[in-house]
Every structure is written in structure tokens, then in C-alpha cells.
């Protein structure tokens, strides 16, 4: 393909103290996909966000966005060059209101018009927002809370939305609800996604390609309709199980992962 | 017209720590630490001016030599924040909180050394001068303090809240890893917090040398303003001015109607009252960190 991956991560290595939390991954997005990363708790997919998005300093490999070099470098140039992250447990500024929070996403942007302009783009993918955009974002529920998380992340116009969980302590229903407008936002604003998850199922069905992240290592990468079908991923993260022996096939299969 | 003059000089006393005290509450609000050095920043900015004023000195223009002032005390605060404060992130608050008393440690006696450890005294236009209101005769200078501290906090209070610096001072200092995540530069913002407050303090040092006499021991009563930013409750920038209006309205009183032992403690009871009473201190932000 002719042009550079949105992302492009090589061999990258991250440690908490000693412990070695990402063991040499290495992945792709490109420009307009939604890619998923699955893993249980524990796998290395926030940290992995992390060290992409400058918070953590990963030890080796490198990150590069279309093509430069950004590996370690401060979060705030990581956002100016294009990459927000969401995060996980819809971190917003509690006592602020939600408007000043949705401002708040465009710290690195100028153009006044523009900002307007996405501004009202957000509000109307997320109306609840514009009907408490004076309301203390500490306040809203934890639904809206992530609601204005991804919200102020758009805000940034990013050339790649990282997304960390968005599903984490939400009721089914709400999750569905995220979950749709995560894709349209993909598919109608064009917004570049790595939307990392536990919950496989939802996750599969909007994203176009996955990887699966066990103990710091991508063991599977494929379409998302491919991970989708394949046994492995059906019997663990989508709960689809055989009756028979359950419990000794689970250990056998993933050993041969590691 | 008796108890009137002691409200006056109270107030005025008062709107110093206020402005002292708000230097505590920024630096302290956006980057959780507190600097102790405060009440010496003041002193130094203090002496910068009178330095820079009075005509044993350079003898430049009043107006001009505070504008400088408080500018180099803005560059002070940012680069102290910029080459000390900075190397201590990650560190616990108090190993922060030992440093900046070390600094204010060395300010004083630097200050001590450059400018003499006797009193000093500001040629400023307000000394001596008087305003008649109504029946009342005021000390220019204690007028021109009120007005002074009035405008200054009510200028901050716009700025925190308005502007997108402001607003994103205050991001950083509410959800710290989330300003990091919206490309706030946190650590840059950090240092402007130290030169504002630096600034903020030179004009609290201006004011005083502007009412008495200053020595380098003056920024002691930087202790006085903390007390008055807890009892103003370390968040809200009206609270922590309020807090200030209250010590130094207390101080007064007390030593004209307290035996003179105990009159120096009214300020320190009253801290206590509010830590047993209203602990959050009295316009807490009460949900501050809970999120």
C-alpha cells in the first residue's frame, strides 16, 4: 500500500519498575480503520495505550505516526501530531462543566470556526451533552461521563482515537449504545479508531481488524470477522464453549499461544 | 471612628496575607504542593522594588519599577520552578514542602546579605498621603492596598475561569493525567503557575513595603497567610481571600482588647476553630479530589 500507516508500532517493550508489562508488540492501524485490540485484565492493552500516547516511556522498540519517529516523546506533541487517547475510567475534569470539559479536547487547536463547528459535531452525536453542557461534569453518570470522554477526545480532530475501554461498568444497554456511536463516528466522520477491549464480542462486531493481547504479547492478529469465527477466540473471550472438557483444552490451547 | 480606623488597617493587613495566601492556593491547586517560600517570595519581591525605587538605589520611576518587579518575580517563580521544583516530580509532597523551606531559608539570608538585615521602607506616592471619606481619614496606601487586592483577585478569578490557560490550569490541577491525554502541556503549565504566583506575590511584597517598613525577615508571616488559606478552605480564590481579611481583621482587635501575651495567638485560634469546626476550612471545594 502507498501510504504510511496512521500507526506503526515495531517491537515495542514497556516495564512497570521490573516488571516487564508489554513484551515486543508490534501492530498496525491505517487510515479510516477501526482496529480492536482484545485481552483479558491484566494483558498489557492499557499500558500498551500509554506508552503510545507518551504517559508511560516504553524501554525499547519504536511508535511511529505516519511514518515519524515518536517514540517517547511528550504526550502533548503526541496529541498535535494526531493521537488522542480516551481513557479508561472516562477520566474527565470533575468539576468543570461538560462545555468547558468539550473545550478543553481542542487545547491544541486555534481555528475558533472549526472548533465550533466539531463542537456542535459532537452534540449531536451525543445530544444528552448539549441538554447538561453547564452541568458539572463530576455529576453526570458514568454512561454520560464516557460519553464525554470520546466526545472531548473528537475534539482534538484526531488522526487516530485511541480508546481504552469504553465499555468498562456499563450496563449492556449502554454499552450498545456507545458501541453504535463509536462506529458511526468510524464510518460517517472518518475517525480513525484502536479501540482496545475486554468485551470481544461488541468489540468484534464494529471493529474491521483485531489483535489479541495475552500476558504483554500479541498471540493472534486477523479481520475481525476471521478472530470472530476462529475457535479459540469463541471458547475465550466469547464464551461460545463445547461441553466436553472444557477445562484441559483451555490450558492446551494456550500454551501453544505463548 | 476609632473602631472604623482599626477595621481599615486590618483589611489592608489582611488583603497582604490574602494575596500571599493566594499564592499558596494556586501553586497548590495545580501542582499539589505547597510552597512555603511564599511569605519570602513576597519579602524579596519586596526588596527588588524598593531597590529598584528608592533613590539610595537605582532610584527608577515608582510605576516603572513595580512593573519590573513584578515581572522579575514572574521569571523567578517560572524558573524555580523550571530548574528546582521540576527535578523533585514524582517525589512525595514532603520532600516538597522541605525545599521550599529551604528556599525560603536562602532567600532570606540572600536578601539579608544584598540589602541588610535593618528595615527598609518603600518611596512610594501613597506614603504618608491621606484620603478623606466622608468624616474618615484613610491612609492613601491602605486605600490604594484594598483596591489593589480587590482588582488583582477578581482579575485572577476571571482568568481561571474564562481563559483557555486559565481553564487548562485548572484541568491540570483537577484531573492531572487527563490534561496530559488532551495534549495539555502539564509540565509547561506548572511553570506558569510558579511565575504567576511569583507575580502574585511580588505585588503582595509591593503593597507591604508600601505600608511599613520591610526586612528580610518579613516573609515569616508567610506562615500567618497559610493559616489564612486553610481557614479560606485551599481551593476557592474568594474563600482564600476571605481568609486573609479575617486574620488580619483579627490581629487588630485582638491587641487592643487582649492582654498583650495572648493577643499574637487570636490569629492561630481562630485557625484552630475553623480546623475543629469546619475542617475543609470554610469555602472548601468539597468533592475536590474524589473523582
Known amino acids: ?20 508489562a508489554i513484551r515486543g508488540v508490534s501492530l498496525e492501524v491505517r487510515k479510516g480503520q477501526l482496529v480492536t485490540v482484545l485481552g483479558a485484565n491484566g494483558a498489557g492493552k492499557t499500558t500498551l495505550l500509554k506508552s503510545i500516547s507518551g504517559v508511560m516511556v516504553p524501554q525499547k522498540g519504536t511508535i511511529k505516526v505516519y511514518g515519524e519517529d515518536l517514540t517517547g516523546a511528550e504526550p502533548d506533541v503526541i496529541v498535535r501530531k494526531g493521537l488522542v487517547h480516551v481513557p479508561e475510567g472516562r477520566e474527565i475534569f470533575p468539576l468543570m462543566t461538560v462545555e468547558e470539559n468539550i473545550a478543553m479536547g481542542a487545547y491544541v487547536r486555534t481555528n475558533k470556526t472549526e472548533i465550533a463547528q466539531d463542537r456542535e459535531m459532537v452534540f449531536s452525536y451525543f445530544p444528552i451533552l448539549a441538554e447538561r453542557r453547564n452541568q458539572q461534569a463530576g455529576t ?8 464525554l470522554a470520546i466526545g472531548r477526545g473528537l475534539m482534538a480532530k484526531p488522526e487516530l482515537m485511541l480508546l481504552d475501554e469504553p465499555s468498562l461498568g456499563l450496563s449492556p444497554l449502554l454499552v450498545e449504545e456507545i458501541f453504535t456511536i463509536i462506529s458511526r463516528l ?6 480513525t479508531m484502536m479501540l482496545v477491549e475486554q468485551n470481544a ?33 469463541q471458547e475465550f473471550y466469547l464464551g461460545v464453549k463445547e461441553e466436553t472438557q472444557r477445562d484441559q483444552r483451555r490450558w492446551k490451547k494456550r500454551k501453544t499461544w505463548r | ?80 520552578e523550571r530548574i528546582i521544583i521540576r527535578r523533585m516530580f514524582g517525589q512525595s509532597q514532603i520532600a516538597v514542602v522541605i525545599l521550599t ?12 546579605a544584598i540589602w541588610g538585615h535593618d528595615p527598609l521602607s518603600l518611596e512610594s506616592p501613597f506614603a504618608g498621603k491621606e484620603v478623606r471619606f466622608g468624616g474618615l481619614v484613610l491612609g492613601a496606601d491602605e486605600v490604594a492596598i484594598i483596591l489593589v487586592t480587590l482588582l488583582l483577585t477578581g482579575s485572577l478569578f476571571v482568568f481561571f475561569a474564562k481563559t483557555k490557560l486559565g481553564l487548562a490550569m485548572q484541568a491540570a490541577s483537577q484531573n492531572q493525567l487527563a490534561a496530559y491525554y488532551m495534549g495539555i502541556p502539564v509540565k509547561r503549565v506548572h511553570g506558569l503557575i510558579w511565575g504567576l504566583s511569583g507575580m502574585v506575590s511580588a505585588i503582595a511584597g509591593i503593597l507591604f513595603a508600601a505600608k511599613g517598613a520591610i526586612d528580610p525577615s518579613a516573609g515569616l508571616l508567610g506562615i500567618k497567610a497559610f493559616a489564612a488559606a486553610v481557614i479560606g478552605g485551599f481551593g476557592s ?13 483579627t490581629e487588630p482587635f485582638a491587641s487592643r482588647y487582649i492582654a498583650a501575651g495572648y493577643s499574637q495567638i487570636a490569629p492561630y485560634t481562630i485557625l484552630l476553630l475553623v ?9 472548601a471545594q468539597m468533592q475536590k479530589k474524589k473523582v
Open chain 2, 1 to 80: 471612628m476609632d473602631v472604623l480606623q482599626l477595621v481599615i488597617s486590618g483589611l489592608a493587613n489582611g488583603c497582604v496575607y490574602g494575596l500571599i495566601a493566594l499564592g499558596f492556593v494556586m501553586i497548590y491547586k495545580a501542582t499539589e504542593a505547597v510552597n512555603f517560600a511564599q511569605g519570602d517570595f513576597m519579602m524579596f519581591g519586596a526588596f527588588i522594588t524598593i531597590w529598584l525605587t528608592n533613590t539610595d538605589f537605582v532610584g527608577l520611576p515608582f510605576w516603572l519599577s513595580v512593573i519590573l518587579a513584578i515581572l522579575i518575580m514572574g521569571v523567578f517563580g517560572y524558573l524555580m
Open chain 2, 237 to 249: 480564590l474568594p474563600g482564600v481571600l476571605i481568609g486573609g481579611l479575617i486574620i488580619g481583621l
Open chain 1, 186 to 191: 468510524n464510518k460517517e466522520q472518518g475517525v
Open chain 1, 201 to 233: 464480542r461488541v468489540a468484534l462486531s464494529v471493529a474491521d481488524y483485531g489483535y489479541v493481547m495475552e500476558i504483554g504479547r500479541i498471540v493472534m492478529a486477523d479481520t475481525s470477522a476471521n478472530l470472530a469465527a476462529s475457535e479459540d477466540i
Open chain 2, 101 to 112: 523551606i529551604a528556599i525560603g531559608f536562602i532567600l532570606r539570608f540572600l536578601a539579608g
Open chain 1, 1 to 20: 500500500m502507498a501510504q504510511k500507516p496512521v500507526l506503526d508500532v515495531k517491537n515495542l517493550e514497556s516495564y512497570y519498575g521490573p516488571i516487564m
Open chain 1, 140 to 147: 453526570l453518570s458514568g454512561g454520560q461521563q464516557q460519553m
Open chain 2, 275 to 283: 480546623l475543629v469546626f469546619r475542617p475543609a476550612g470554610l469555602f
